[in-house]
């Protein structure tokens, strides 16, 4: 089962990895893989908590706005069908 973890955490262990503590002892102590280390370093590899959390939030955000967008796309293409086009 996957074990999640908050941005906190995740902050706390790269915080961790950077003041020198080796990587097999950080991911065996905090229960997760090394592959999941280098993912969240790479997405939030010197970030501060307040960036993390404002990014989470412009996600958010993008994907209510992209399903509003896809939503108004198949009202108009309905609508268009509906009417019958010229011909």
Do not use: H
């Not at 065996?28 to 790479?42: C, D, E, H, I």
């Amino acid at each position: 089962m996957k074990k999640r973890f908050t941005e906190e955490q995740i902050l706390g262990f790269l915080k961790q990895a950077e003041a020198g503590v080796p990587l097999k002892e950080l991911c065996r102590s905090g229960g997760f893989s090394s592959v999941a280390f280098y993912r969240w370093r790479r997405r939030y590899g010197g970030m501060e908590l307040s960036e993390i959390r404002r990014v989470k939030e412009l996600e958010a955000e993008n994907a209510k706005l992209k399903k509003l967008l896809a939503e108004t796309m198949l009202d108009a293409e309905a609508l268009k069908i509906a009417l019958g086009r010229k011909r």
